[in-house]
């Protein structure tokens, strides 16, 4: 994981390339247009950029309008300003009436250091609870770069959790919606991880490997639709249970989805649910709330350990470095 290649700005070149070629693309910013990638496509293609200010209730509205209109928008903010204050709109202008609107939420759960005002760590649990609503996370910079277009593919509105800045790249294939990448393969225990969790599960590989475990470990991009049938299987798979990670509450967000399937088809295994636990998270840098709410590679150690009830010797400095980020880059502050 030290030798992997950091793509900069993944999102702001998918997104110009999409666009550029389809005039019923529109570009929407709710006055965070630098800080959401999207100020060199303002700059080129000013005909297709349509500036909201700080007003997300109207520009929910006015997406919805605009999909009705046949256009098809894509509304760039943080994904905190994307639900939680133009939640009536988005349900009544967007999901209701199945709008082709793309929503591209930056900054998902503890990757801003801005503290709880910015940090959107339920909002996996509010939009799949939508209906008609698709839910996509990007987890590398290969699907920050493969997002655009599949959420265009889409007939009907959606909702991406976008990561920015430096990204690394983990994978070789575009996100495509409904599969589900399968990262290692064991029959010990199943690991589910979504968006930054990947990430952080990488970094516990070779030590869960040294110590003689076999994990199978899958990732998820698409959150809804959840794709039962091969969640089924590889639950099946592994003897000892399922650990999901995510970069969320743990209820209501992926845990709660693998609940409902272990629920559903009458799975006899045990289920870890690594994530932010009913609390609302401060500010820090994202390495360091990753630790403190239990959400990094160390703590899936110490799951590892607690649902096969033994002790592996893995210290946390046994565990791969993660990749060390200047908070205040110079392209851009991570809060804001």
Do not use: W
């Not at 299987?233 to 999901?244: A, E």
């Not at 690594?274 to 709410?293: E, I, M, Q, V, W």
């Amino acid at each position: 994981i030290n030798m992997i290649e950091i793509a900069n700005k993944p999102y702001s070149k998918a997104f110009e390339k999409l666009a550029k070629e389809d005039s019923n693309i529109l570009c929407l910013s709710g006055d965070l247009t630098s800080s959401c990638e999207i100020d060199g496509f303002r700059d080129r293609y000013p005909k297709q950029f349509i500036s909201m200010g700080m007003a997300e209730q109207n520009m929910m509205s006015f997406a919805g309008g605009l999909g009705l209109a046949g256009y098809r928008p894509f509304v760039h903010t943080f994904g905190v300003f994307a639900y939680r204050r133009p939640y009536d709109q988005l349900v009544a202008s967007i999901a209701y009436p199945r709008r082709k609107v793309r929503i591209m939420g930056f900054l998902p759960g503890i990757t801003t250091p801005a503290g709880m005002t910015h940090q959107s760590i339920e909002d996996i649990a509010v939009m799949r609870t939508i209906p008609n609503m698709t839910v996509l996370e990007t987890g590398d910079a290969k699907e920050v770069e493969s997002v655009c277009k599949a959420a265009d593919s889409i007939d009907g509105p959606v909702y991406c959790r976008v990561l920015r800045g430096a990204v690394p790249r983990f994978f070789n294939t575009p996100l495509k919606v409904g599969e589900i990448r399968e990262l290692d393969k064991g029959d010990d225990l199943l690991i589910i991880t979504s968006g930054i969790t990947t990430e952080e599960a990488l970094r516990a590989r070779s030590a869960i490997q040294n110590a003689g475990i076999a994990i199978q470990h899958i990732h998820l991009h698409t959150i809804k639709p959840i794709n039962e049938e091969i969640l089924v299987d590889q639950i099946h798979k592994v003897k000892h249970g399922v650990i999901t990670m995510e970069n969320h509450l743990i209820n209501g967000g992926t845990g709660s989805i693998i609940a409902d399937v272990i629920a559903k088809y009458g799975l006899s295994k045990k289920l870890i649910k690594l994530g932010l636990k009913d609390t609302f998270a401060h500010g820090g840098s994202r390495s360091y709330l990753a630790k403190y709410y239990g959400l990094d590679a160390y703590s899936l150690i110490k799951a590892i350990e607690k649902l096969m009830k033994i002790k592996t010797g893995i210290k946390e400095e046994n565990l791969d470095k993660v990749r060390i980020e200047d908070v205040h880059s110079l392209s851009k502050a991570e809060a804001l």
